[in-house]
């Protein structure tokens, strides 16, 4: 499905990054970025050109050709790794940051792959995620087709625990990210840090 939608000439979801991590951007401290289920690149290469070491991770080979592309069209560098989250690794104490944009994945493998953002996270890391909510559904402007495969506030504070969160919040927000994510949108929207070791 994804290398079928990326595969369209222009970026599925825009250039532009993430309107939340725009706002949440300067909070990340310095180090290394992980910006999963990333697509085309739009977070990464806005990242990079801040002066951010960003990898960036999708499943879909084609959208990672297109962000390796935007890269260099920005002047900028990032890596990217192809692999699908169930099977990719989050090393252990590695990131200052990670992001995670609309990852929208089975229950199962979300709360395995929260872990590991957790565990990833080296301390004083930060974790900025923005999804949809369950009634994103009833405004139909994007988003997974069931609830299932969105968030909310209360599953995401458990399934992260282990962070301490100087934003947690559900609202609703003008949502305007390339053909696929149009009008307004309910989101759940996370700044979560790893406490710093004594």
Not at 28 to 51: I, K, Q, S, T, Y
Not at 68 to 87: N, Q, Y
Request: aromatic share 6%; hydrophobic share 40%; net charge negative.
């Amino acid at each position: 499905m994804w290398n079928e939608r990326y595969a369209e000439d222009d970026y599925a979801y825009g250039t532009a990054p993430n309107d939340f991590l725009i706002e949440q951007a300067d909070r990340l401290p310095d180090g290394p970025v992980l910006c999963l289920a990333e697509g085309e690149g739009r977070n990464a290469v806005w990242l990079a050109a801040r002066g951010h070491a960003v990898t960036a991770m999708d499943a879909s080979s084609v959208g990672l050709e297109k962000a390796r592309r935007l890269a260099a069209e920005r002047g900028v560098r990032i890596e990217t790794r192809c692999s699908d989250l169930a099977h990719f690794e989050i090393a252990p104490d590695t990131w200052s940051g990670i992001v995670s944009n609309v990852a929208h994945v089975p229950p199962d493998l979300r709360r395995a792959v929260h872990r590991r953002v957790v565990a990833g996270l080296r301390p004083g890391g930060v974790l900025i995620l923005e999804a949809y909510t369950p009634e994103q559904l009833r405004l139909g402007t994007g988003g997974p087709p069931v609830a299932e495969l969105t968030m909310d506030l209360a599953t995401l504070e458990a399934e992260l625990a282990g962070l301490v969160f100087e934003l947690a919040r559900e609202h609703e927000r003008e949502v305007f990210e390339g053909r696929y994510h149009r009008g307004r949108g309910h989101v759940v929207q996370i700044l979560g840090r790893k406490p710093a070791e004594d």
